[in-house]
């Protein structure tokens, strides 16, 4: 059995991104990338800063409401749906509700062979990368460095701090040619 999708879940800045397109590079086939990013840039404008979307508070909390939770199902079970069509998959995510944010995945994804990866990095890092990327609120990489962790384990993780993405997704990509548990 070979590896259907591989979810990286880390904080904000920890280097998701990076480690995606390197292995994109390194895995055989083509593989597709979907990340929690463009989910949300893919919203319509009138679902962000709303309660019944998505808000990001001043020190970078994140709250979202029952039309993203609707849509954001549609958008997993829809990558599943792709995955189960044939389609090699990464998906780029950040668990701030723990357990239960996987649980979702493992719901849509049952049946096919999930690598889960955790992508860990400093806060004090990933905040100075924050910064230095301008495009987040000042805050979340810190505040999210630890808690979208708490509760999980994964099959392989990397740490960002002082390991560059080509060799994380190197030490992910000979994980997932090995072969991975199915999803009951």
């Known amino acids: 059995m070979t590896t259907d999708v591989i979810v990286l879940n880390g904080g904000s800045s920890s280097g998701k991104s990076g480690i995606v397109r390197y292995l994109q590079e390194v895995l055989p086939g083509p593989w597709l990338a979907f990340g929690v990013d463009s989910f949300v840039a893919a919203l319509p404008a ?66 096919l062979a999930v690598l889960w990866v955790g992508v860990r990095c400093d806060g004090e890092v990933a905040a100075g990368r924050e910064i230095a990327r301008g495009d987040r609120i000042r805050g979340m990489a810190a505040s999210q460095a630890r808690i979208v962790h708490e509760g999980l384990s994964y099959d392989v993780e990397v740490d960002t701090t002082h390991t560059e993405s080509l060799e994380c997704a190197r030490v992910i990509a000979a994980r997932a040619t090995r072969s991975p548990s199915p999803q009951p």
């Open 46 to 111: 009138k679902l962000r800063d709303s309660d019944s979307g998505i808000t990001f508070t001043a020190d970078g909390g994140v709250s979202v409401g029952a039309e993203f939770r609707a849509l954001d199902a549609a958008w997993t079970e829809g990558i599943a749906a792709m995955a189960r069509a044939g389609a090699r998959i990464i998906v780029d995510e950040v668990f701030l509700g723990g357990p239960a944010s996987r649980q979702r995945w493992e719901k849509a994804l049952s049946g």
